[in-house]
């Protein structure tokens, strides 16, 4: 498949242009700093291309051919700071997908985006870390995901991650669940990018999670 990867320079974006590669796709990275790009991931035969935000119309012409787009982008804004980002580039990058017919999209979100008090998140997620740092990164997120519910037009799969850990990728199985969080998951705090950069690519070829937000955790094989 021809991909499409935003946000590529991050530590989760940079995962799924390896493996991607690996998997025999052709890979274009779509990134602010090129020359950052090619630090990361050097010597590979793929695509680098920069793209501005600032600029939506000129986002066009990079998806040109693409079958899908798989967006790794995030945001890291003081807590106290109004977070638009995660809306604002994915309409963009909506927008320039139906410009080029392309209706397959995969992009990273988190768990416990909303504070559902039959099922909440952790003690300290719900009263320390959003109130003080996450809350409006969140926020963003959750609007971020409600305005993809309202694209009937794009093939969306929104993966939502826990907190996330540095490490290789595992060949350990993955558990989901449309929703906040994953409830069976073996005490698992958090699950690698890598693995997110695996799940992420699994969900290409698969119908199960179109238009949907999924919430995934990796665990042993029993």
Known sequence: ???????????TGVEVVKQALALGHDVTALVRNPDK??????????KIEKIDFASPES???????????????????????AVTFCTDSMKVIVSAMRKNNIKRLVCVSSWYLTDDPSDPPPFLLRWVFKPLFTGRIF??????????????DIDFTAVKAPHLLTGPVTEMEFRTEEGEQVHDRE?????????VARFMLSTMSSEEWVKKCVAVIAVPKK
């Open 187 to 195: 005490g698992m705090r958090g699950m690698c990018r890598a693995d």
């Open 139 to 152: 926020k963003n997120l959750a609007e971020m995901e409600q305005y993809l519910h309202g694209c009937d």
């Open 37 to 46: 790009m090619k630090d990361l991931v050097p010597d590979k035969d793929f």
């Open 1 to 11: 498949m021809k991909l499409a990867v935003f946000g590529a320079t991050g530590p």
């Open 59 to 81: 986002i066009d012409p990079h998806l040109q051919d693409k079958d899908a787009v798989l967006s790794c982008l995030g945001s890291k804004s003081a807590p106290w700071s």
